[in-house]
Structures are given as structure tokens and as C-alpha cells.
């Protein structure tokens, strides 16, 4: 709703962003999925501040795709994939926005991965950027 005005709340809301996307929520991942939503429409808003906050953020989503891809509780597969596919739209915005350097920075994690469904997730930002 706030459009380009949501510049003068980043800092706060990086720091509530990173707080839900470290903390599992239960099996449907309801606040997770929201705020990954919430994430995305703010990158597209705020697409010129955001190339200064791609290591925190970019650190963020890799730990919430390792959670998701190691979790063996209750949480559906269709979620985890929902969570896994949100993720993936967040990085290819982040890398969209400054200009390659998501993609940089994936390349050294792609590399050394040997889980297929992580693998996968950063093949889809390789891919689409």
C-alpha cells in the first residue's frame, strides 16, 4: 500500500523480515509465505535502496531454504514447495535490482551444494536473472 514510501521503513522492516523468515510457523507456514509475499512487493517498490541490503537478505533466504529443505516436521511438501518458490522470486528480484550480484554470490553456493532440492531453488535464480 505505501508504494515508494515504504523507503522510510526498511530498516525496521528488514529487521521484522528476517525475524519471520528465521522462525517456522507450523505446517501451513502461513507467516512465512506472507512475509516472503511482503518481501517481493517491496523489492519491487523499493528496488533502487535494496542493492545495499543483498548480503542480509540474500543470508536470510538461503538459511530459510536449508530450514525448509531439512525440515522433518508436519509442514506439507506442497507448502515447502511454496516457500521454496517464494524464495526463489524474492532472489531473482534482489539480483534484478542490483544488477547481478545475487548471481555472483550464488555462484560459490551452487558449487558446493549437493542437496538437489536447494540446488534446484538456486538453479531457478541462475536461470531466470
Do not use: D, S, Y
Given at each position: 500500500r505505501?508504494?515508494?514510501l515504504i523507503v522510510r521503513h526498511l530498516k525496521r522492516l528488514e529487521r521484522?523480515?528476517?525475524g519471520y523468515l528465521e522462525v517456522c510457523d507450523g505446517p501451513e507456514?502461513?507467516?512465512r509465505l506472507g512475509i516472503l509475499?511482503?518481501?517481493q512487493c517491496t523489492v519491487e517498490h523499493a528496488w533502487p535502496r535494496m542493492p545495499c541490503r543483498v548480503p542480509?537478505?540474500?543470508k536470510a533466504l538461503l538459511k530459510m531454504i536449508w530450514d525448509v529443505h531439512t525440515d522433518q516436521g508436519s509442514t506439507p511438501e506442497p507448502v515447502k514447495a511454496a516457500l521454496l518458490q517464494g524464495a526463489a522470486e524474492c532472489l531473482i528480484l534482489l539480483d534484478r535490482c542490483s544488477g547481478g550480484?545475487?548471481?555472483?554470490?550464488?555462484?560459490?553456493v551452487y558449487s558446493s551444494c549437493e542437496e538437489n532440492r536447494v540446488r534446484?531453488?538456486?538453479r531457478k535464480v541462475r536461470e531466470n536473472t
Open positions: 505505501l508504494g515508494i521484522v523480515v528476517l507456514e502461513e507467516a509475499e511482503t518481501l542480509v537478505l540474500l550480484q545475487v548471481k555472483a554470490l550464488l555462484e560459490g534446484e531453488c538456486i
